[in-house]
């Protein structure tokens, strides 16, 4: 059964440092998605990608965020210069024209020490 | 905007028994229900949905009816056994738009023991 797959699964870096999470989508979705989960808090929105370009994005996702498509089958969530409180899970999910829900990848552990 | 209300856990019962995680949502228009499940270690998985009123949604012996006269998604399973423990979410998507961005609740951990 196809599944999202999301590297690393858990990520240590120092603040101020620069992150790169990877996610690889479903191969024939077309509507990417980053959620994040603080420990012991909601699973919240952060950006949803369509056609190459961001189609909605929270007031969480300022701009120390970016996400990228680069080579068509991999879906990045950049955090420039992490911050203590960027410490969450975050989960990619993915969903094609037919469905009506996303399916979401393991999640990656960030902890920002 | 959108929210999610769900009960707070975390819940434990002995296995066979009854369970209710309760959902209430706050939403215009007609939004759709989702209860996702993450067990341990792994990602969040589509339980069951509905997308319109009276729906239910169903899976794996659990059930969820789309209440809106009381804005409600409430999760019910008869009997749990043990590989139920996991922490369950309530979440619903918006009926505007073509994002599908999804409204999630805060979780809550079911523990079944033997």
């Known amino acids: 059964e196809p599944e999202v797959t999301q590297t690393p699964s858990h990520q240590v870096t120092q603040m101020g440092q620069e992150v790169i999470l990877r996610c690889v989508p479903i191969?024939?979705?077309?509507?990417f998605y980053w959620y994040r989960q603080i420990l012991g808090q909601k699973v919240e929105f952060l950006v949803s990608f369509y056609n190459n370009e961001i189609s909605e994005k929270s007031e969480i996702f300022d701009d120390q965020f970016s996400v990228e498509r680069p080579d068509g089958s991999n879906f990045t969530l950049k955090i420039r210069s992490t911050k203590l409180e960027d410490s969450a899970m975050y989960f990619c999910a993915s969903r094609g024209i037919r469905y009506t829900e996303a399916f979401f990848g393991q999640g990656t552990r960030l902890t920002v020490v | 905007g959108n929210s999610v209300t769900q009960m707070e856990g975390p819940v434990t019962l002995s296995e066979e028994a009854f369970l209710t995680i309760n959902c209430t949502y706050t939403a215009t228009g007609y939004p759709s229900l989702f209860w996702y499940v993450q067990y341990p270690g792994e990602g969040l998985q589509l339980l069951l949905k509905a997308t319109k009123a009276d729906d239910k949604g169903s899976n794996k012996g659990f059930e969820a009816t789309y209440r809106k006269e009381t804005t409600s998604f409430h999760l019910e399973k008869g009997s749990v056994q043990v590989s139920d423990s996991a922490v369950y979410f309530c979440?619903?998507?918006?009926?505007?738009?073509?994002?599908?961005?999804?409204?999630f609740g805060k979780g809550t951990l079911l523990t079944v023991n033997p």
């Open positions: 979440a619903l998507r918006g009926s505007g738009g073509s994002n599908y961005k999804l409204t």
């Open positions: 191969s024939n979705h077309l509507y």
